[in-house]
């Protein structure tokens, strides 16, 4: 089994950054593909970035420029590093691994840009 905890999310204003780590424990391994997505109110979860195992990264064109991913693979940990954070990033996030045929989602972590 692998769980995964998002944490990191908060309230911040307009043109702020906030970084968001994921945990996870279990059976994962390197070769996990890890990836952040998001959901706002009233919308469908959408995908935001991803690591690869090989260390390529991928990124929504909302988020390009501005949200970096990362991953620790000796800690089990990725993270998202959101940058010039607008008023549209305001969502749940949520942390996604996925093992060979099998995806696991973390409980996600809000967070809401305001002034």
């Known amino acids: 089994q692998v769980q995964l905890v998002e944490s990191g999310g908060g309230l911040v204003e307009p043109g702020g950054s906030l970084r968001l780590s994921c945990t996870a424990s279990?059976?994962?391994?390197?070769?996990?593909?890890m990836a952040w997505y998001r959901q706002a109110p009233g919308k469908q979860r959408e995908f935001v970035a991803l690591?690869?195992?090989?260390?390529?990264?991928n990124y929504s064109n909302s988020v390009k420029g501005r949200f970096t991913v990362s991953r620790d693979n000796n800690k089990k940990m990725a993270y998202l590093q959101m940058n010039n954070l607008q008023a549209e990033d305001t969502a749940v996030y949520y942390c996604?691994?996925?093992?060979?045929?099998?995806?696991?989602w973390g409980q996600g972590t809000q967070v809401t840009v305001s002034s």
């Open positions: 690591s690869s195992s090989a260390g390529t990264t």
């Open positions: 279990g059976r994962i391994f390197g070769f996990a593909v």
């Open positions: 996604k691994a996925r093992q060979g045929t099998s995806d696991y």
